[in-house]
């Protein structure tokens, strides 16, 4: 069964470091995938995708992630985090199949400190 | 604002009632999605309507039923409500087979 692995439910950095938020994917083919992010009490916004093409992604907010086919990762980064970032990550996958429904991951918890 | 949006924004009810959310999606695009996000269970799909037609379900309780209407907005329907559907709902809607905008969500307390 398709399935999506956030290993770190929180992770604190300080404002200012640099962040890697990791997801891991089962799944016989390489599927889309796909970065959130969820503000308290907010929607999901899309941070970037991956369908296929050059491995190293970039999306928005100065966020980018690497797809990785020999470790089924897609990890994502940034370079220098704001105290804005604070918020729920979440990597899903979209099987190829006629529906793209999205499978999640369980979220990762992005704490900033000051 | 990702233009889809979702109504009501918050609505608490009883157990054993039932409760219709609503989902609009964005300009053109013919595919909804739903999806709950609870604490125990987290992000899961639902199920997804295409042009008026179901194409996919996921864990979705047979309680629960969908439908999209001819102008593209769509409703889900929860009866025989328990503790354990207290959730928030989310609707995605997209025009391709890629990325899926989603709404603020409809957060469901049942009491």
């Known amino acids: 069964a398709q399935s999506v692995t956030q290993p770190d439910i929180h992770i604190t950095v300080s404002e200012g470091a640099s962040l890697e938020l990791r997801c891991n994917y089962s799944?016989?083919?390489?599927?889309?995938l796909f970065w959130y992010v969820q503000s308290p009490g907010q929607g999901l916004q899309l941070l970037l995708k991956?369908?296929?093409?050059?491995?190293l992604v970039q999306g928005i907010k100065g966020f980018e992630a690497e797809f990785k086919r020999s470790q089924s990762s897609f990890n994502l980064r940034k370079p220098s985090v704001h105290w804005s970032d604070a918020a729920e990550y979440f990597c899903?996958?979209?099987?190829?199949?006629?529906?793209?429904?999205?499978?999640f991951g369980s979220g990762t918890r992005l704490l900033v400190r000051p | 604002d990702s233009g889809v949006t979702q109504t009501p924004k918050h609505l608490i009810t009883a157990t054993g009632q039932r409760v219709t959310l609503r989902c609009s999606p964005r300009?053109?695009?013919?595919?909804v999605y739903w999806y709950q996000q609870s604490l125990d269970q987290g992000l899961q799909f639902l199920i997804q309507?295409?042009?008026?037609?179901?194409?996919a379900k996921g864990n979705i309780l047979e309680r629960f039923s969908a439908q999209q209407f001819p102008d593209l907005h769509s409703e889900l329907n929860l009866s025989s409500l328990e503790l354990g559907d207290s959730a928030l709902y989310f609707c995605?809607?997209?025009?391709?087979?890629?990325?899926?905008?989603f709404g603020p969500g409809t957060r469901l307390t049942v009491l």
């Open positions: 995605a809607s997209s025009s391709t087979a890629d990325t899926q905008y």
């Open positions: 991956y369908f296929s093409g050059d491995t």
């Open positions: 799944y016989g083919a390489t599927p889309y």
């Open positions: 899903a996958v979209a099987p190829m199949d006629s529906s793209y429904k999205l499978i």
């Open positions: 300009s053109g695009d013919l595919s």
């Open positions: 309507y295409y042009n008026g037609e179901e194409r």
